[in-house]
C-alpha cells in the first residue's frame, strides 16, 4: 500500500502548486483569479485536503474492529462541511443547537452525531433527544438530572456518555488545554462512581453507554494520549467490577494539531489514529476487557491545512524604529487565534510566490481598532501594498470563531474541487448586519 497522506503535517493544502505565473494554485484554481472574482478577504477550502484528511483517519483506524470518527464541527462548520462529511460516512461532534441544527438541516444521520459541551440548554438537550439517537457527552451531574428529566417528559431514552477531566495535560496553550484537574470541562474522577450510583437509581430515561476524554488542542505528541486511554481504561474495569456495568463504547477526544510553521512536527494523522486504535487495543486486552467501540474526535487536523485566507495588502508603513507594517484587509476578525492566544502563521505572497526573501521581516497588521490585531507578526515576505497575501493553515476555527468587530461583515468561504470553485458561506454585507438591528420608536422622534 502506497504512504498513507496526512495533510496536518504540510503547511499548504495538498492541491497547492505554482503556475508558470508565479501564482498560488490550488485546487487546480489560480488565487488571483479567485480573489478577483470573490473579492478578499476570502476564506478558501481545498476539498481535496479534507478528504486526504479523513481517509488518514480512516485508515489509521481500520484494524480496529469497530470505530467512527467525529469531525468536531466546531472547527468549521456551514451546510456544505456538514454534506460532505455525511457523505464521507464520518459522524460529527456538535456543541450548540446551531451545530445540530445545521447537521439536521443536511440530513446528517442523528445515531452519528454526539452532543458535547459544559452548558447545555434546556432547549438543546431537548433538541437533541427530539432529532432521534443523539448520544449526549454529559459534563456534571446537574446536567445528567436535566438530562434525565427531560428524557423523561418526552417519553424518551437518552443514551450518555460522561466526560471525564483524566487530569493529563498535553503539549499545548494554556487556553486550548481541556484534561487537567481544574478544567472546566467533564466530571472529576472522583465524582465518577457517586454520578454512575445516580445514573442507576434513575429509571431507564437514562443509558450510560460510555466515557469519554479531551486532553486538549494542537497537540503533537503521543504520551498524553496513552496516559489518558489507560485512565479510562481502569474506570471500564471499575464500574464493571463495582456496578456490574460494560460500557460499550470510549471517546478519545480529538486535538491532533496541524503544521502551522516550518518547526511544527504534529504526528501524521494516519499514525496518529493506528498508534490510539492500537493503543485502546492493548491497554483494554491487558485488562481483559472487550474491546468497546472507539471514536475520536478530530476538527482542526480535519479542516486546518483546508483553509487558506486570501488577505489584500492594503497600506505600508515604516517606523523610525525600522518595524515595518503591511496593512490586510481582514484580520483579528476574521481569524481572532493570534490575538486570543498568540497562534502564529505561515504566509505567501500569493501573486508572486517566487519573490525572494526578504533579510528583514514585515508585519502583517489587521485592520481592526486593537494594537494586537497583528497577524504575523514577524513575516519575511517582500510584499507591497496591493499584493495578495496568503495565509495558511485557517481551516479551522477561523470562519467558526469569527466576529463583526468594528461593524464588518464575515467573508465568503469558497470550496475548491476538481477545478471549480463553490461559494458555501456568502460573504456579509453591511444590510446583513443592519438586518438584525432595532431602533426603539422614541428614537426616532
Ligand atoms: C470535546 C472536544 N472534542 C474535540 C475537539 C476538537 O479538537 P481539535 O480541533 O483540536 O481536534 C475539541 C476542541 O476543543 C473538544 O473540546
Redesign the pocket.
Known sequence: MPPVESPNTKIRPSSSSINDKGHLVIGGLDTVDLAEQFGTPLWVMDETTITAAVAAYKEGLSAYPDSLVLY?G??FLCLSMCHLLRRHGIGL?VVSGGELHTACQASFPAENIYL?GNNKSEGEIRQALIAGNVKIVVDSESELSLVASIARQLGRRARILLRLIPGVEPDTHQH?V?GHEESK?GLALTDLFPVVRKIISLDSAVELIGLHS?IG??SHAMEPYWQMIDILADCFVDLQASFGLRLSQIDV????GIAYNDNDRPTPIYEWAKGIAEHVTSSFQQRCLPLPKLLV?????IAGTAGVTLYRAGHKKRLPSGLTYLFLDGGMADNPRPITYDARYTAAIANRMNAPAPLTPLSLAGRYCESGDIIIKEAFLSAESGDLIAVFGTG?YNLSMASNYNRTGRPACILLSAGKAEIIVERETVDDLLRQDRVPERLLR
Not at 253 to 256: N, S
Not at 297 to 301: L, T
Open positions: 468536531a466546531k472547527a461532534d458535547h486550548i481541556t470541562f479531551h488542542s494542537q477526544g480529538g486535538g491532533l474526535e478530530p476538527g482542526r487536523s479551522a
